[in-house]
């Protein structure tokens, strides 16, 4: 699968941003996705992530009630709803996607086999 990350962009603290990642392929439906990011100087964290069905999603605690991770699989599209931003929200954010079962997300850098090319969000202050 190839994935396509779009909606980044300059917003103020306390705005908001929907990142998107279209996903190429007709077996979206099969993949647990997620978002990380990854700030200047600073190793890729996880941010969100979604189960396949979409019925299940876990969040970083920094982020935790401000975004909301959501996908439309007749879309082939996962969503990134960013809210109330801060300025440590400042990143590159990548999707990626993976078809390990036993679990319905998974929160870990090596568990994920395709990445996006990410998308950069600048908080000003």
């Known amino acids: 699968v190839q994935l396509q990350a779009s909606g980044g962009g300059l917003v103020q603290a306390g705005g908001s941003l929907r990142l998107s990642c279209a996903a190429s392929g007709r077996t979206f439906s099969s993949y647990a996705m997620g978002w990380f990011r990854q700030a200047p100087g600073k190793e890729r964290e996880f941010v969100a992530a979604i189960s396949w069905t979409g019925d299940s999603t876990y969040y970083a605690d920094s982020v935790k009630g401000r975004f909301t991770i959501s996908r439309d699989n007749a879309k082939n599209t996962v969503y990134l709803q960013m809210n109330s931003l801060k300025p440590e929200d400042t990143a590159v954010y990548y999707c990626?996607?993976?078809?390990?079962?036993?679990?319905?997300?998974?929160?870990?850098?090596?568990?994920?086999?395709?990445w996006g090319q990410g998308t950069l969000v600048t908080v000003s202050s």
């Open positions: 990626a996607a993976t078809l390990r079962r036993g679990s319905y997300y998974y929160t870990q850098i090596y568990e994920y086999n395709y």
